[in-house]
């Protein structure tokens, strides 16, 4: 199956931000370290959700840059949690570039980060449970 014909993930992306001339190497591509970031401000926000609460970055794995950015172009960003542990979670992501010009989405990036609970101190705490209450404070 061509990367064209690959499906997206289901549901509204998790993000949504336009490519900017600013962000260009010096190839004339979007840099990846960008990417990387727009992938973790999402899957940041799914992992804080899920965490109810502050979240660490531990860990990027099977990061794949798959196809280039283009200025002007709608990085779309899903980001969903795989796997809970004890204080970790796995988040998989997939960025979805939007080629204006053609109309078309191209899948550009993928990868799963790992994101560990923490508390005030920056020390990991459990997960809680999906139905358990929010701090209300
Ligand atoms: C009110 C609600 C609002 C909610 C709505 C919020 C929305 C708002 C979202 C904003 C979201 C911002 C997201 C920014 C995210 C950054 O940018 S954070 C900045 C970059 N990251 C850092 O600086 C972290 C630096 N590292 C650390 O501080 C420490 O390593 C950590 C993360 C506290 C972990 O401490 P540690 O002593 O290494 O922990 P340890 O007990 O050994 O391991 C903890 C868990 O991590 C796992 N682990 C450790 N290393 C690895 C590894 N390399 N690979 C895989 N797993 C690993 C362990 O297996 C363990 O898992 P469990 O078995 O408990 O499930």
């Known amino acids: 199956m061509s990367q064209q014909e ?4 289901d549901g509204e992306a998790t993000l949504r931000v336009s490519a900017m001339p600013r962000d ?7 840099f990846g370290g960008w990417v990387l970031s727009q992938m973790d401000s999402a ?20 990061m794949k840059f798959i196809r280039p950015v283009k200025v002007g172009n709608i ?9 809970v542990g004890r204080t970790s979670m796995a988040v998989r ?3 979805w570039a939007f080629r204006n010009r ?36």
């Open 24 to 30: 260009v190497n010096i190839n004339g591509d979007i």
């Open 75 to 83: 990085l779309c960003v899903w980001a969903w949690v795989e796997r």
């Open 93 to 95: 992501i997939e960025a």
């Open 6 to 9: 690959e499906k997206r993930p």
């Open 102 to 137: 053609r109309g078309v989405y191209e899948k550009v990036t993928e990868a799963v980060f790992t994101y560990v609970a923490i508390d005030e101190d920056g020390k990991p705490r459990p997960v809680p449970a999906e139905d358990e209450v929010w701090p209300t404070e």
């Open 43 to 62: 899957s940041g926000i799914v992992a804080g959700q899920r965490a109810k609460g502050r979240v660490a970055t531990v860990a990027v794995d099977a």
